[in-house]
């Protein structure tokens, strides 16, 4: 029996996702200034408003798979090699490298997730979770709750928990959505000039607030104690913020090209680009690149953003691919027997 045909639609969704995580990481180190960067800054605010609850969504939609049929021979090997490996292999690879750069030694720390490593361990854990939250009768508002009471407490970094907590809703609301949901999204004609619309409005206003909009809210790892505000408070800011992301996502999904063209094939490739482009960045920030007037100016900005756009494809391509999949993809042959010959389906 030949395999399913890729959606292109949700091809070019994820495609289009890893692109902002990209210009959201490259536009970060500007974004500090608000008053001498504030275009950049209202950039910044806007993409991290909703693009990583975006990625989250898509990520919960596509690990439906895990939830359908957990006791299938192949569903722990995938989960395994999808995430705990390659996040042992680059949180590894991450920290030996800030180290290198810093000339420091510190030792490596693998259950205190590194830098842009902390959404494997979330995938682990959501994908884990996911039987359980298909089999409640209202997934998405148990999901709310834990997320609001996960900011009363003060967690610790270990896991990155609280981060974890903090997008289950996307993930478990991703999990819950049907296929006819997306198409009405894709076919819904109205939605499109409605959804630029909301972008325009979304601009001008973190534009409008951007030197006062502090940026840890949207990081979404921090409780009230750290935001230093009440408890009430940080729960209807959580709360709004869920909602805008919400918003803006399906805006986003609106605009979405829905057939194949030349570069959808490239969503194959999008967990490479998500785990090498912070090397990339890394490198950059090492020489400064952010306090070069040329970066600064107008033109440097659109320059950054562009190569920030083109490293989204190539690091997704096929050579680079076949570079990296040892360690993106691992196969662990040599770890797993193969019980799909042998296994029997369940009665």
């Known amino acids: 029996m030949s395999r399913p045909s890729r959606d292109a639609y949700l091809d070019n969704a994820k495609l289009l996702a890893t692109a902002l995580v990209v210009l959201g990481h ?18 910044y605010l806007l993409v991290y408003a909703f693009h990583m ?28 090699t999808s995430t705990l490996v390659p996040y042992l292999i680059f949180a590894t690879a991450y920290q030996l490298y800030n180290n290198y750069r ?12 590194f830098y842009l490593t902390w959404f494997l361990v979330a995938l682990f854990v959501w994908r884990v979770t996911a039987p359980l939250w298909l089999n409640l009768r209202a ?9 609001l009471a996960s ?21 478990v609301l991703g999990l819950t959505v049907r296929r006819e949901h997306l198409e009405w999204i894709r076919d819904t004609r109205w ?59 399906v805006a986003f999904l609106a605009l979405v090209p829905a057939n194949r063209n030349l570069l959808t094939p490239l969503a194959a490739g999008t967990q490479y680009t998500y785990l090498l482009h912070g090397f990339i960045v890394q490198i950059a920030l090492a020489y400064k690149f952010q306090h070069s007037p040329f970066v600064k100016s107008f033109a440097g900005v659109l320059t950054i953003s562009a190569l920030a756009v083109l490293a989204t494809g190539v690091l997704a391509s096929s050579p680079v691919r076949r570079l ?17 010959a042998t296994s029997t389906p369940a009665p």
């Open 26 to 43: 490259t536009w970060g180190p500007l974004a500090g200034a608000p008053d001498e960067m504030r275009g950049v800054r209202a950039l």
């Open 53 to 80: 609850p975006l990625f989250v969504m898509i990520s919960g939609y596509l690990s439906r798979s895990f939830a359908a049929d957990a006791s299938h021979p192949g569903r722990l090997r995938r989960l395994l």
């Open 102 to 113: 810093l000339d420091e030694s510190h030792p490596i720390d693998l259950v205190t997730p």
């Open 139 to 147: 997934p998405v508002a148990v999901a709310t709750v834990v997320m």
């Open 151 to 171: 900011g009363a407490a003060s967690l610790s970094g270990e896991l990155d928990l609280a981060r974890i907590l903090q997008f289950l809703p996307f993930f």
């Open 191 to 249: 939605l499109r000039p409605a959804a630029v619309l909301v972008f325009a409005a979304a601009l001008i206003a973190v534009y409008h607030y951007a030197p006062q909009l502090p940026t840890g809210w949207f990081y979404r790892h921090d409780g009230h104690a750290q935001l230093d505000v009440s408890w009430g408070t940080w729960a209807i800011g959580a709360l709004g913020l869920a909602a805008a992301a919400l918003v803006l996502s």
């Open 324 to 340: 990296f999949g040892w360690a993106v993809e691992p196969q662990l042959r040599w770890a797993f027997t193969d019980r799909r």
